[in-house]
C-alpha cells in the first residue's frame, strides 16, 4: 500500500520560477524523506526531515513538515532546466527495528526552458 | 568509486522462466533493499535484509525470493510465479537502523525487465 499522495501528479513551469510539491500521508512516522528520479533512472536522496522538525533547507530546497495534518511540501527555487525530474515522498516507518520506506506516486516536473 | 551497481539494464524474459537480477554494492551498508517501479507509479518494497543472511518479506514478495549470503550481495529472482513481472526493478542500500539514523537510502540505476 501506498501511503503517501503528491500533490500535483505533474507540473510545467518556466526557468527561474519556483516549485512546489506536496506530500499527504496517513499514519505516524518517524522521518519523511524526498528524492529526485531522472527518466529511467535510479532515485537520488534529496533531503530528510525527522518528525520533530518543521522546516529544513538545503541549496535551493527548502522542506517544511506538518505533523498534525500529515503533510510535507518541497519547494525549489529558482529552478532550472535540470532540474526537470520525478519527486518521490517517502515515510518512514520503523517495522521490528527496521526502517521501511513507503513512496508516494511521485509529481513529474518539467522546467520549461 | 563508491556505489551501487545493478545488471543487467535491460533483461527479456520469455513466459514461464525464471531470472535473477544482480545487485552489488560496495558502501559497506549492511542493509539492503529491493523494490518494483511500475509506469507513472512510486516505488513498492519487495524485499530487504538488515543483515547477512537475513532477509523479509516486503509489500509485494509474492513471485519473488532472494538470498542474502554476502554483504555486498543482494540478488533478486523474478520466479514464474510472478504474474506480472514487466516492471523496473531497483536496489538500494543504507546503513541500517539499529545504528542509531535515520538514514537515506542509496539506488543503484535499475534493471528493466520486460516478459514477452
Known amino acids: 500500500s501506498q501511503q503517501g499522495e503528491e500533490d500535483p501528479q505533474a507540473l510545467s513551469i518556466q526557468e527561474g520560477e519556483n516549485a512546489t510539491m506536496n506530500c499527504s500521508y496517513k499514519t505516524s512516522i518517524n522521518n519523511l524523506q524526498w528524492y529526485r528520479q531522472n527518466s529511467g533512472r535510479g532515485l537520488v536522496h534529496l533531503i530528510l526531515i525527522r518528525s520533530n522538525e518543521r522546516e529544513k533547507h538545503s541549496g535551493r530546497l527548502r522542506v517544511t513538515l506538518d505533523t498534525s495534518k500529515k503533510s510535507s511540501s518541497l519547494l525549489i527555487t529558482a529552478s532550472r532546466a535540470a532540474d526537470t525530474a520525478s519527486y518521490f515522498c517517502a515515510t518512514a516507518l520503523y517495522i521490528q527495528g527496521a526502517q521501511k520506506l513507503v513512496f508516494g506516486q511521485g509529481t513529474r516536473l518539467t522546467i520549461n526552458p | ?116
Not at chain 2, 79 to 104: D, W
Open chain 2, 1 to 116: 568509486d563508491g556505489g551501487i551497481t545493478q545488471s543487467p539494464k535491460y533483461l527479456f524474459r520469455k513466459e514461464g522462466q525464471n531470472v535473477t537480477l544482480s545487485c552489488e554494492q560496495n558502501l559497506n551498508h549492511d542493509a539492503m533493499y529491493w523494490y518494483r517501479q511500475d509506469p507513472g507509479q512510486g516505488l513498492r518494497l519487495i524485499y530487504y535484509s538488515q543483515i547477512v543472511n537475513d532477509f523479509q518479506k516486503g509489500d509485494i514478495a509474492e513471485g519473488y525470493s532472494v538470498s542474502r549470503e554476502k554483504k555486498e550481495s543482494f540478488p533478486l529472482t523474478v520466479t514464474s510465479a510472478q504474474k506480472n513481472p514487466t516492471a523496473f526493478y531497483l536496489c538500494a542500500s543504507s546503513i541500517p537502523s539499529a545504528a542509531g539514523g535515520p538514514y537515506e537510502q542509496f539506488f543503484g540505476p535499475g534493471t528493466r525487465l520486460t516478459v514477452l
